[in-house]
């Protein structure tokens, strides 16, 4: 009974102290929770917005019209600019680590419909997960504590109420993984909160990850090859203006060989904007042309 009593102390003390800083979100049908980390600014996931207006409702049942600050959809990451009313913002983890085995608490607001506190363990840490736009998020804490839909963008915090993780992609049942309040999620929630959107360089194209490019080639009578196949090209894309066509399986980046999305995406952020050399097959036939990337918030 003494287990259970310190449990249900420490679940009200964590309502009391980090209540006020976790906040519903929501615009259209689309909706989540949030949590205050600067005057001003509540940080949620990208996946909960749509456009710009975002209704937030503070766990007084306050209701104040904000607008979407700096957004990162490939690290499912958006800044909220609100008028916070001088709620206190939730204090980081002085040590961001988090191990296996340590408490958490998920504390949550879905889309404003009352506060959720909820008790659980860290089971597993350095997990990575699939963003909006399929870009690989590592570095995740996952966890056990309860949740309910509409708590992604909510924090899990320690048994002192400071950040450990935001709440962001339920595995199956029973189990959630958060973004690691790292010192790298601290530089991030500073440039979301100054309306700094990050951009990451391009190529303006749909892909088939290595395993279906090979079945697709298969069925058409083309010998396999590693690669990751074009399903569409983007108008006015640098992959359009080199030349790409739907169908054509990438195999090179600059001095990089691709054969999954994961390997293109690291080739893309390793030569930034520079013009670089594509590899890739038409058919049989092996093409090489020369592309100039730029910047953008897409993935590809």
Do not use: C
Request: no cysteine.
């Amino acid at each position: 009974m003494a287990a259970l009593e310190e449990i249900q102390a420490a679940v009200s003390s964590i309502q009391e102290r980090v209540g006020p800083a976790v906040v519903g979100v929501g615009n259209g049908w689309r909706g989540g929770s949030g949590v205050i980390l600067a005057d001003g600014v509540v940080l949620t996931n990208a996946h909960n917005l749509r456009g710009d207006g975002v209704t937030v409702v503070f766990s007084d049942g306050r209701e104040v019209e904000g607008k979407t600050g700096g957004i990162d959809m490939d690290g499912d990451l958006a800044a909220v600019l609100v008028d916070t009313a001088g709620a206190t913002p939730l204090e980081w983890a002085a040590d961001g680590a988090a191990g296996v085995g340590q408490p958490v608490f998920g504390v949550s607001n879905p889309r404003g419909q009352g506060l959720r506190v909820t008790f659980g363990l860290v089971s597993g840490v350095e997990r990575a997960f699939r963003g909006p736009r399929g870009r690989r998020i590592t570095g995740s804490i996952e966890h056990t504590a309860p949740l309910s839909p509409g708590s992604s963008g909510g924090p899990i915090v320690n048994a002192a109420g400071e950040l450990v993780g935001l709440n962001t992609n339920r595995l199956g049942d029973g189990f959630y993984l958060a973004i690691a309040a790292d010192e790298s999620l601290r530089e991030r929630v500073a440039q979301l909160g100054r309306g700094e959107s990050p951009s990451r360089p391009r190529l303006g194209v749909a892909v088939a990850p290595g395993a279906a490019a090979r079945r697709m080639r298969r069925a058409v009578g083309l010998p396999e090859h590693d690669g990751v196949l074009v399903r569409e090209v983007e108008e006015g894309s640098p992959a359009a203006a080199a030349g790409l066509q739907e169908g054509d399986l990438i195999t090179r980046l600059g001095d990089r060989p691709v054969s999954s999305v994961d390997e293109l995406q690291d080739a893309l952020a390793a030569f930034g904007k520079d013009s670089l050399e594509m590899r890739f097959l038409r058919g049989a036939e092996e093409r090489t042309v020369s592309v100039q990337l730029k910047d953008s918030g897409s993935s590809d």
